[in-house]
């Protein structure tokens, strides 16, 4: 009995092991799978690939293969993205219209790409503390104004007494000290939060006194609430740019709301991607470069319209007018709603 059991244990331990790896005995391709049709969905294989649903011919059952499919898509996304982000900033109306034309598998989708820049914008300005992190740069920063405003005062003072010593004239001195004093006075209100608390007293609606008040007294507490609603409602930029890509191309039919969506989706990632570049030369103590950057986002979208498309100077000039226009008042907006429903939230 015991000797058929053993049998019996080598036979299904035999057919066990070739089920999950056929090739079981053979060393060199240990873990391999070799198949003739798709192990995913069955299609008779011709070539490495499936011809329906594009899965790999062979998979590897083996620990390298769980961290290769992991990677992999990695490595697809990184390969991908330093061939889109150049030619996004260089050369955004080529890549729209190739994009659009069919080259997909190329570049980095829109959304991918946009959901990855919500992504790193909110992770660099949070590091840096430039979208008022928890405050504390701010007020850090308002902290050393004073120190450095007290520390003129004092000297401007001890300027004024000799002066008055030598009997010269000190109402020069004496508006500079006026001057000084204020500014003070004004960081300090800023750094108390009572310069706000005019607002939350007297003309602000009854009903919104309470956010106001809430925000004032937990400023990290809705900085981050703010923060929050603006990550999660991003999106909704993209819905909200595509009709307003109608009003610019009303007799333009062969451009359709898929290549707007492409277009809006690409331009406001670049834009995002712009916010993370100034968040970093915030950081790295060089705003005045950070500063430079208003100046990219016409020169971009006069380009990305022009190339995408096809236009003259003159109308990518006028669109890019309209364009700019219209974004400024949708972040506008946008900024508003996202702090609305930060503070009530
Ligand atoms: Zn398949």
Known sequence: MGEFEAIGDAVTGGLLARAVEPDAGDASSRGHTHEQSCLNCGTPLIGPFCSTCGQKAHVHRSVRAFFQDFLQNLFNFEGKIWRTLPMLAWHPG????????????????????????????????????????????????LRTDIAESQAKLTK??????????????????????????????????????????????????????????????????????????????????????????????PFRRRYNTYDHTVFVTYSLSFMMLLVVAGGLLVAAGM???????????????????????????????????????????????????????????
């Open 94 to 141: 080529e890549m729209t219209r190739r994009y659009i034309a069919g080259e997909r598998a190329r570049f980095i989708s829109p959304i991918a790409l946009y959901l990855f820049t919500v992504f790193a914008m909110f992770a660099v300005l949070n590091l840096t503390g430039t979208f008022g992190g928890h405050g504390k740069n701010f007020r850090d920063g």
């Open 156 to 249: 401007l003072q001890a300027d004024r007494a000799a002066a008055a010593a030598a009997g010269k004239d000190v109402a020069e001195i004496d508006r500079k000290i006026a001057n000084r004093k204020e500014d003070i006075a004004d960081n300090e209100k800023v750094l108390t939060g009572h310069a706000f608390s005019g607002t939350a007293d007297d003309e602000t609606p009854s009903w919104i006194r309470p956010f106001v008040e809430n925000a004032l007294n937990n400023p990290d507490v809705t900085s981050m609430k703010v923060q929050d609603a603006a990550s999660k409602y991003s999106w909704l930029l993209i819905p909200f740019s595509v009709p307003f890509m109608w009003l610019l191309f």
């Open 287 to 345: 705003p005045g470069m950070a500063s430079l950057l208003f100046f990219v986002p016409p020169v971009h979208m006069y380009r990305h319209l022009k190339q995408t498309y096809q236009l003259g100077r003159f109308s990518a000039v006028m669109r890019t007018m309209a364009l700019l226009t219209f974004a400024f008042i949708a972040a506008g907006l946008f900024l508003a709603a996202a702090v609305a429903i930060g503070a009530i939230a």
